[in-house]
């Protein structure tokens, strides 16, 4: 019902920035959750930051704090993901990823979008 399409990945050496943007089409709902998560080589996929699409209320995770900036454009129904001052652990691919409300799993997923950091 929703169909989620990353893109703003890239190489940047560390220290840069990127933005990613998610861009939705379908039915979005005002109780959604819109979140980031990443997977880097070898690793789970982890938490990044959610943003609840009707109040714009953010959660980060304790490693972007300061760094990460969630937000979404309601009219144009996309999230974006301001990363700066980036590190080479940051490097992953990024998803972006919905949900009803926080009951639930996110069930609705990108197909992900590559940030590599360089040293």
């Known amino acids: 019902q929703v169909q989620l399409v990353e893109s703003g990945g890239g190489l940047v050496q560390a220290g840069g920035s990127l933005r990613l943007s998610c861009a939705a089409s379908?039915?979005?709902?005002?109780?959604?959750?819109m979140a980031w998560f990443r997977q880097a080589p070898g690793k789970d996929s982890e938490f990044v930051a959610r943003?609840?699409?009707?109040?714009?209320?953010?959660l980060y995770a304790d490693f972007v704090k300061g760094r990460f900036t969630i937000s979404r454009d309601n009219r144009n129904n996309t999230v974006y993901l301001q990363m700066n001052s980036l590190k080479p652990e940051d490097t992953a691919v990024y998803y972006c990823?919905?949900?009803?409300?926080?009951?639930?799993?996110?069930?609705?997923w990108g197909q992900g979008t590559q940030v590599t950091v360089s040293s």
């Open positions: 943003i609840t699409w009707s109040g714009g209320n953010t």
């Open positions: 990823a919905a949900r009803w409300d926080d009951k639930l799993p996110y069930n609705y």
């Open positions: 379908g039915r979005i709902f005002s109780s959604y959750h």
